[in-house]
T-cell receptor
Framework: NAGVMQNPRHLVRRRGQEARLRCSPMKGHSHVYWYRQLPEEGLKFMVYLQKENIIDESGMPKERFSAEFPKEGPSILRIQQVVRGDSAAYFC?????????????FGNGTRLTVT | AQSVAQPEDQVNVAEGNPLTVKCTYSVSGNPYLFWYVQYPNRGLQFLLKYITGDNLVKGSYGFEAEFNKSQTSFHLKKPSALVSDSALYFCAVRVPNNAGNMLTFGGGTRLMVKP
């Protein structure tokens, strides 16, 4: 039973380019969460999605960042016109469709470096 | 708003000695509490959770945590530390009536176990 799969593991972008981060949840999980971790800091919530719906995006920057979780395929976190401050590790987590006491299962993250 | 505090950036302990990693929380309502561990260049791994019932919960790798409602704490403990326990530890909280399973994380505590 594969865990949460994120790709790529490492992504290098120049300032102004676009970054697309992918996340495939665990089998049977329909809830996806994206978190950002800056160096030597904790995880900050960005967005919570269910299939075809954004449930909570209160942690997403208002500009340049967007997320989707289509009916088919992985969840995508998209960062347009990246800046150096976007350099961080981005983690995706998933959980089953019901039960608020279920722990989140995390992927190994995508480490974005903006040069 | 809910929050989690991990007052120690780093905890140093000798192998074989007991360890404690501290966590306090602030929420409205009854919390669900979690501990995760992060090894270098990896995602977060679930260790244990408190939902209800016995205040002492046991988790993976010999770790346990004690829920203390009056002190709003959920400290992580292990009777005898191993060098392989060296990692970054995160405490997290969820309010049960939140939409989904979104977690709020503390800033993390680096545990260093020396031989």
């Amino acid at each position: 039973n594969a865990g949460v799969m994120q790709n790529p593991r490492h992504l290098v972008r120049r300032r102004g380019q676009e970054a697309r981060l992918r996340c495939s949840p665990m089998k049977g999980h329909s809830h996806v969460y994206w978190y950002r971790q800056l160096p030597e800091e904790g995880l900050k919530f960005m967005v919570y999605l269910q299939k075809e719906n954004i449930i909570d995006e209160s942690g997403m920057p208002k500009e340049r960042f967007s997320a989707e979780f289509p009916k088919e395929g992985p969840s995508i976190l998209r960062i347009q016109q990246v800046v150096r401050g976007d350099s961080a590790a981005y983690f995706c987590a998933s959980s089953p469709p019901s039960g608020t006491n279920s722990p989140l299962h995390f992927g190994n993250g995508t480490r974005l470096t903006v040069t | 708003a809910q929050s989690v505090a991990q007052p120690e950036d780093q905890v140093n302990v000798a192998e074989g000695n007991p360890l404690t990693v501290k966590c306090t929380y602030s929420v409205s309502g009854n919390p669900y509490l979690f501990w995760y561990v992060q090894y270098p260049n990896r995602g977060l791994q679930f260790l244990l959770k408190y939902i209800t019932g016995d205040n002492l919960v046991k988790g993976s790798y010999g770790f346990e945590a004690e829920f203390n409602k009056s002190q709003t704490s959920f400290h992580l403990k292990k009777p005898s530390a191993l060098v392989s326990d060296s990692a970054l530890y995160f405490c997290a909280v969820r309010v049960p009536n939140n939409a989904g399973n979104m977690l709020t994380f503390g800033g993390g505590t680096r545990l260093m176990v020396k031989p």
